[in-house]
């Protein structure tokens, strides 16, 4: 049975993933904000995937923790709006994520960005599992991973922490665990840290992002996205 690992799933095989999978994008998090994701997620003893942006001195402690697994998270954005900052084609951008997680399986773009040639394009770099498409959880929705014409797996994810905070999904997070078929969460360490419950909360932070006791001023009392979090380990962590 797979325990919470993003690479292993095979789509004609669903004890592969008939577990929940954790997922993580860190885009770029300050590493006091990622490291206290981390120190939640630990304390659960909970498998997560976590999609890396960057180098961080917190790379170390991800990489040696069994529960983890370490896929890339590349911006093409800039590529799109004519800006060659972050590499001046998308082998690039690929590139230097896999010089920093050079054993990544499983990729999520920002803003989820795909097409049929970066597919290709994840293939040809050894990544064998893509985590690019959305469709929410239902309870009429059976959602199951699939293998492209071209041998990479596809593997949707049913929940979203921002897209939450944009509406708030059909199905509870604790009811995540009785649907069928796969079921994929994702979340990112800014919204924990900051327990976001509206995006408004996260744009007028925005200029404390990198100062971590500035943004905790910023931090929501009430229930949020940490509350979540911590709703759903307690409920559905793999000790």
């Not at 599992?129 to 593997?155: F, Q, R, V």
Request: with cysteine; proline share 5%.
């Amino acid at each position: 049975m797979n325990q919470g690992i993003l690479s292993k799933i095979e789509p004609l095989k669903t004890e592969t993933y008939n577990q929940p999978i954790l997922t993580f994008d860190i885009d770029w998090a300050h590493d006091e904000v990622l490291q206290d994701t981390i120190e939640l997620v630990e304390s659960f003893n909970a498998k997560a995937v976590w999609f890396v942006t960057h180098e961080t001195i917190l790379l170390e402690r991800l990489k040696s923790n069994p529960n983890f697994e370490l896929g890339i998270h590349p911006n093409f954005n800039f590529l799109l709006n004519g800006d060659d900052r972050n590499g001046k084609n998308a082998e690039e951008v690929i590139d230097r994520l896999l010089k920093i997680v050079p054993a990544a399986k499983s990729v999520r773009s920002h803003s989820v960005t795909q097409s049929s040639k970066l597919s290709q394009l994840f293939l040809s770099k050894g990544l064998t599992h893509e985590s690019n498409d959305y469709t929410p959880a239902h309870p009429k929705l059976e959602l199951h991973p699939w293998y492209m014409e071209i041998g990479l797996i596809k593997t949707p994810y049913c929940w979203s922490d921002e897209l939450n905070c944009i509406k708030a999904s059909s199905v509870s997070i604790e009811n995540i665990k009785k649907l069928n078929g796969l079921k994929i969460l994702d979340f990112h360490p800014i919204h924990v840290f900051l327990n976001t419950d509206d995006l408004k909360r996260y744009e007028l932070s925005r200029q404390v992002h990198y100062s971590p006791s500035e943004l905790i001023t910023y931090r929501n009392q009430n229930y949020g996205t940490r509350n979540i979090l911590i709703e759903y380990l307690s409920r559905n962590n793999h000790k």
